[in-house]
Nanobody
Framework: VQLQAFGGGLVQAGESLRLSCEVS????????IHWYRQAPGKQRELVAN???????NYVNSVKGRFTISRDNAKNTVCLQMNSLKPEDTGVYYC?????????WGQGTLVTVSS
């Protein structure tokens, strides 16, 4: 199972970014996909996830600004991030669980300047 995260970059506060996570080696449509982030000096936190049938969850700090979606035909999950804030800065990782094993993508850096 492999996950590859793309789309990070440097933006100013208020701007948008779209992250993508491409998943291979598993039955993608059967897996919940999670986006985590880790800010400098902080623990990794769950940002959002999307279940196989499209149910979504978000951490309170991103509700109304971030949208997670999935395309089962392309084995891809996207995280649309709008109205970005400096506190959204961090490395963003996608993750899934297959047969009790956790698999992580390599992370993509998001930097939001004020």
């Amino acid at each position: 199972v492999q996950l590859q995260a793309f789309g990070g970059g440097l933006v100013q506060a208020g701007e948008s970014l779209r992250l993508s996570c491409e998943v291979s080696g598993t039955i993608f449509s059967a897996n919940t996909i999670h986006w985590y982030r880790q800010a400098p000096g902080k623990q990794r936190e769950l940002v959002a996830n999307i279940a196989p049938f499209g149910n979504t969850n978000y951490v309170n700090s991103v509700k109304g600004r971030f949208t997670i979606s999935r395309d089962n035909a392309k084995n891809t999950v996207c995280l649309q991030m709008n109205s970005l804030k400096p506190e959204d800065t961090g490395v963003y990782y996608c993750r899934t669980n297959v047969n009790g094993n956790l698999y992580w993508g390599q992370g993509t850096l998001v930097t939001v300047s004020s």
